[in-house]
């Protein structure tokens, strides 16, 4: 048998992961493959991501070294280092992830183009990224996506989803090296949010056995309550693929009404990657056109929503935990977004390339295509909905206590009372006074 390479990209994991079990089967000695690609590192390298992301290949390499073999990292053009070893090794396939931005679609263009020269064989893998293949639902009616979530959700739970795959008992060494892995400073000069989570696969599993031990039997009733942080902080692993959604449907129990409510969200994430894979240029492009399409142009009220000096106390919150933590709970996301491109009338491009820079689970299909429902322009069937910020409050932060947490200036005004400062004589020298107006003030 012929040496095979496993080349990782948002799968970094060895359980449950395909694309190493197929070359695992295929040939022998494997070879772990992680490129380090100047043109992501490029356009999407944010110290945030790298930080996650270097720490995630720390543990992926003390994984596959318990196995008996290592990571090999490469840095430069992945299509390139990819052939380099294929071409040293004499390797008789490659084994990729499937996955559905352009850039990786191109990527699996020149990576089959260039192995073919060499004699070597690529193999896509499904079902890695996500639990159900972009392309494998379709409408009934017709055409090549759903663009309704509620179908989609019914025909997903329907779906035959493989069961995990173990990983393997024992690797033998690749026969070539790498470089070490870098510092986070010689990828993305810049600082990272302090209470930035740990990356990795070992401790994305350690975050799941506590959420499924007894957290998650909240969640339907807790999800949107931004005072419980209720929610299983399972996005960035899911993200940088440390954990499978595979992996992570078949360690919770769907019958619950918490368990229910939290595989409909993994569906939605399958949900955004089908409606991206069909519509690739979602994402920086209107999905659906605006009634109005117009944006406001107003560098001012942007620059207050980044700081987090809206005078809006929730939406506040929100901007100020993204820049201290890389994260934020759904629901204070579709706050955010909603108060910009709604409230502010600000094109919702801008809010996602501001989350791009700061969020540590921001991919194409989640991030673009969930702003895009916020401003209307995307996937939700009552696109001229408007989340008023102040109602939000009230319902998803009834005592203040999400507010009072990031916003420490506001800390002593009683209970409800904070999300209205400036009921409360507060000084604008303290705390801003809002940008815009809105119902209920």
Not at 38 to 46: G, M, N, Q, V
Not at 141 to 155: I, K, L, N, S, W
Not at 350 to 379: C, M, P, S
């Amino acid at each position: 048998m012929t040496a095979s390479i496993a080349l990782f990209t948002r799968d970094l994991r060895v359980h449950d992961n395909p694309v190493l079990t197929a070359a695992h089967q295929a040939g022998e000695p494997v070879i772990p493959l992680f490129v380090l690609d100047d043109d992501i590192l490029a356009r999407f390298a944010t110290p945030n991501r790298v930080r996650f992301l270097l720490a995630a290949l720390t543990e992926l390499d003390a994984e596959l070294r318990a196995l008996g073999s290592q990571l090999v990292v490469r840095r430069g053009d992945t299509v390139t280092e990819t052939a380099r070893i294929a071409e040293e090794t004499g390797a008789g396939s490659v084994h990729i992830a499937a996955d559905v931005s352009g850039y990786s679609v191109r990527r699996a263009d020149r990576l089959h183009a260039r192995l073919s020269e060499l004699d070597c064989a690529l193999h896509v893998h499904g079902s890695s990224v996500t639990a159900i293949d972009p392309g494998a639902l379709r409408p009934s009616g017709g055409g090549d996506h759903f663009a309704v979530f509620t179908p989609y959700f019914r025909r997903w739970v329907e779906a035959n989803q493989r069961t995990p795959l173990s990983a393997p008992r024992r690797l033998t060494p690749p026969p070539v090296t790498g470089v070490p892995l870098p510092e986070p400073a010689d990828l993305c000069p810049g600082s990272s949010s302090p209470q930035l989570v740990v990356g990795g696969s070992a401790t994305g599993r350690k975050v799941l056995r506590e959420w499924v031990s007894g957290p998650i039997a909240d969640y339907a009733e807790r999800a949107d309550r931004l005072d419980f942080d209720a929610t299983s902080h399972l996005s960035p692993y899911l993200h940088f693929g440390c954990l499978s959604t595979v992996q992570i449907l078949a360690a919770v129990d769907s019958a619950s009404e918490g368990g229910q409510a939290f595989v409909r969200q993994l569906a939605w994430r399958d949900f955004h990657h089908q409606v991206l894979a069909a519509r690739p240029n979602a994402a920086w492009s209107d999905y659906r056109s605006r009634p109005n399409n117009t944006w406001r142009d107003d560098p001012q009220a942007v620059r207050a929503w980044q700081a987090g000096e809206t005078g809006f106390p929730v939406v506040d919150a929100g901007m100020r935990q993204l820049r201290a933590q890389g994260w934020m709970a759904g629901r204070a996301r579709m706050i955010v977004a909603g108060f910009l491109t709604k409230s502010l009338g600000v094109d919702w491009r801008i809010g996602a390339r501001y989350f791009l820079d700061w969020l540590v689970d921001a991919d194409l299909a989640n991030n673009q295509l969930n702003w895009q429902w916020a401003a209307g322009t995307g996937t939700d069937t009552r696109p001229n909905r408007k989340l008023n910020p102040l109602r939000q409050a009230d319902r998803f932060d009834p005592d203040g206590t999400y507010v009072r947490r990031w916003l420490p200036e506001l800390a002593d005004l009683p209970g409800n009372g904070i999300h209205r400062p400036w009921r409360e004589n507060i000084d604008p020298a303290t705390y801003p006074a809002p940008i815009v107006e809105c119902a209920g003030m």
